[in-house]
């Protein structure tokens, strides 16, 4: 009995580490995870908790939520301006990168959102297109 609860539970999370697999593309994130050494966290930090209050956090930040649709044209154009991110405003501009490609973009989107937001879907090369066509 104890052997059949055991093995039923491997095959729980078997199913649902599969599940997950399917939804976010791991080979993306790991792609991103290096572009964002590289390319973000020098100020976000390796750890996406930004730096005092002077650079917001990523990880678990509620703007980054609310903005999701919006993090291609965030990293293309940078922005400036008063923001509040988990109560705390920040006013220093962030530069655009204008040397990412579409393609590495969406792969430190994958790797920010999955890593940093905690979503449990990918973002393609189409939707990121798609987006910074739609920049403000
Ligand atoms: C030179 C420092 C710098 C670099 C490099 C940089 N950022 Fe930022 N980022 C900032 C600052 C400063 C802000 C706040 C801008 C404001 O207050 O308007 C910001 C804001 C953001 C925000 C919105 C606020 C939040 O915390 O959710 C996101 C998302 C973001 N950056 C992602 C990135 C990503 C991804 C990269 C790499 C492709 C990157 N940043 C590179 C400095 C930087």
Redesign the pocket.
């Known amino acids: 009995m104890f052997r059949l609860i055991i093995i039923t539970s491997y095959l729980f999370v078997c199913i649902s580490c599969m599940q997950e697999g399917s939804r976010v593309n791991m080979q993306q994130v790991a792609h991103g995870q290096e ?2 050494s590289r ?6 930090g390796e750890d996406g908790k ?1 730096l005092a209050k ?5 990880l678990d ?4 939520i609310a ?1 999701q649709l919006e ?1 291609p044209c ?2 293309k154009n ?6 509040t ?1 988990n109560n705390y ?7 655009g ?1 204008n040397k ?1 490609s579409e393609s590495e ?1 969406a792969a ?2 994958n790797f ?1 959102l999955f890593r940093y937001g905690k979503v449990n879907y990918s973002i393609s090369v189409n939707d990121v297109s798609n987006q910074l066509k739609q920049c403000k």
């Open positions: 572009i964002y390319s973000c966290a020098n100020c976000h930004g002077l650079i917001p956090p990523l930040a509620d703007y980054l903005h993090l965030i990293i940078g922005m400036s301006g008063k923001i991110v405003s920040y006013e220093l501009k962030m530069p990168n990412l973009i430190v989107c920010v």
